[in-house]
């Protein structure tokens, strides 16, 4: 044999499409997603988002009828996001019974029962500053942001939400949270901490859907994107505080961190594909720079690849009606 020529020939495992399936180490599908939805009060018309082209923002009396659709389609959970016209200083309307996050809940659960409902659990679209809580002199007050959660979680749970999700990046949130539900009789109702949250750029598109009044940024809360120990570590504090599953996001720029997750804890991990990350594709498939589906694919089975058991994605309903595209 010449020695020239390479024994060892990895692209007989890429011959033909049965080939590559077969020896294909990562698949997501359609049940490892979670769609993320917009629900705004007091309208009657969807409403489309400028900067997240194929979104909408649902309103109120026509979330029973799009949960109706996403079941159909075969989507299994929903991440609620509500569009408040009740803000106050502190987002009181999150803990009150008859409030948008009860209503969001209570809609999805009485339409479809199996559907699996995730409250998103902060303050920024009911609090007329756009903090993530309680705001103080000196920025967003931990603690008094702790009680309020606590609050908001018992609300969420009564009006039957699944998960109770904190966004807040309030130390302690999920400790205070898991106290707040035992004690007011919500044992089975789970925890998905958004337990390493970074201060993205990446979340523009979003502020934008929620009509986000936020001045400033929320880097005295959450995380440096640049810290990838720190990290693991705001993951692992949330998994001693009892959370049910942890989620990193943005999901994309942070594949190290998803891999050093799934490598230091055992329990589910969750990773979200943000607006930004909808936006870039979105736009460059737009522009024809890039073909949609394909990179939809590709960004998200990288999500899976890095660690990530479960990814949130504004994709989730193209992927459940179009499937992925290989
Ligand atoms: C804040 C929150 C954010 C998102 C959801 N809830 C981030 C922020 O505004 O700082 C972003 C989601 C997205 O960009 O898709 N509690
Ligand atoms: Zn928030």
Redesign the pocket.
């Known amino acids: 044999m010449n020695n020239n020529f390479p024994a060892i020939r990895p692209r007989r495992l890429r011959k033909s499409p049965s080939l590559r399936t077969l020896f294909q180490e990562t698949a997501f599908t359609l049940d490892d997603l979670v769609l993320?939805v917009f629900v705004e009060e007091e309208t009657s018309d969807f409403a489309e988002i400028a900067t997240m082209p194929g979104v909408l923002r649902i309103p109120e009396s026509k979330l029973a009828y799009e949960i109706e659709r996403y079941a159909r389609a075969g989507i299994r959970s929903v991440m609620t996001?509500g569009i408040s016209h009740h803000m106050d200083a502190t987002g009181s309307d999150t803990w009150s019974e008859n409030g948008l996050v009860a209503r969001m809940a209570r809609i999805c659960k009485d339409t479809v029962p199996e559907m699996i409902v995730m409250s998103?659990t902060?303050f920024?679209e009911y609090t007329t500053h756009g903090h993530?809580g309680v705001l103080h002199d000196h920025g967003v007050d931990n603690d008094a942001t702790l009680i309020n959660l606590g609050r908001q979680a018992v609300n969420a749970a009564a009006a039957g939400a699944d998960f109770i999700a904190p966004?807040?990046a309030a130390d302690g949130q999920v400790r205070a949270i898991r106290h707040a539900l035992d004690t007011a009789g919500f044992s089975e109702t789970a925890i998905m901490a958004?337990s390493t949250?970074l201060?993205?750029s990446?979340?523009?598109?979003?502020?934008e859907a929620g009509g986000?009044v936020?001045q400033g940024d929320?880097k005295q809360y959450?995380m440096n994107p640049l810290n990838r120990r720190e990290a693991v570590r705001e993951s692992l504090l949330d998994e001693q505080e009892g959370a049910d599953a942890l989620m990193v996001?943005?999901a994309g720029t942070y594949l190290d961190m998803i891999s050093d997750i799934r490598a230091a804890s055992k329990l589910p991990l969750a990773a979200?594909q943000?607006?930004?990350e909808?936006a870039m594709i979105k736009f460059a498939a737009r522009a024809g720079a890039i073909d949609e589906r394909k990179v939809v694919r590709e960004t998200l089975g990288a999500i899976k690849r890095a660690g990530a058991d479960i990814i949130l994605s504004?994709f989730a309903m193209d992927i459940a009606e179009n499937g992925v595209d290989y």
């Open positions: 993320p996001f998103d902060c920024c993530c966004s807040a958004y949250k201060a993205s990446l979340y523009g598109p979003f502020r986000s936020l929320r959450q996001k943005p979200y943000v607006s930004g909808y504004y």
